[in-house]
């Protein structure tokens, strides 16, 4: 519903993360700068997307933090099954097991 984003908009600047990485890049830029100047915004992006690998959101950049969903990986990659196959073959460790420990571990950074 529109409202809520007009709601926010009313108080903060609102950045959002889009698949385009140059304008990501320059979103990311813009939240910072209006966290550093007192201002502050909100900044709606993915987990697991451009956004959350490799910034860090720590003091006034990351003050509160709304998750909807579980951050699950992507299970039909090559790499990811044989990863899971290698787990159970010589740990035991069940397929789901480390899928939902790996999504609660992405989402508690």
Same mark, same amino acid.
């Given at each position: 519903?529109?409202?809520?984003?007009?709601?926010?908009? *009313?108080? %903060?600047?609102?950045?959002?993360?889009?698949? !385009?990485?140059?304008?990501?890049?320059?979103? =990311?830029?813009?939240? $910072?700068?209006?966290?550093?100047?007192?201002?502050?915004?909100?900044?709606?992006?993915?987990? *697991?997307? %451009?956004?959350?690998?490799?910034?860090?959101? !720590?003091?006034?950049?990351?003050?509160?933090? =709304?998750?909807?969903? $579980?951050?699950?990986?992507?299970?039909?990659?090559?790499?990811?099954?044989?990863?899971?196959?290698?787990?159970?073959?010589?740990?035991?460790?069940?397929?789901?097991?480390?899928?939902?420990?790996?999504?609660?571990?992405?989402?508690?950074?």
């Amino acid at each position: 519903d529109l409202e809520v984003i007009d709601q926010i908009q *009313r108080h %903060k600047l609102l950045f959002i993360e889009t698949q !385009d990485a140059a304008e990501t890049s320059l979103a =990311l830029l813009n939240y $910072i700068k209006a966290c550093e100047n007192g201002r502050g915004a909100v900044l709606l992006s993915v987990a *697991r997307g %451009k956004v959350s690998e490799g910034v860090d959101f !720590d003091h006034h950049l990351g003050r509160a933090v =709304l998750m909807f969903g $579980i951050p699950y990986v992507y299970t039909q990659s090559r790499i990811l099954k044989a990863r899971l196959e290698y787990l159970r073959d010589q740990f035991q460790i069940r397929e789901n097991d480390f899928l939902t420990f790996d999504a609660m571990r992405h989402a508690a950074q």
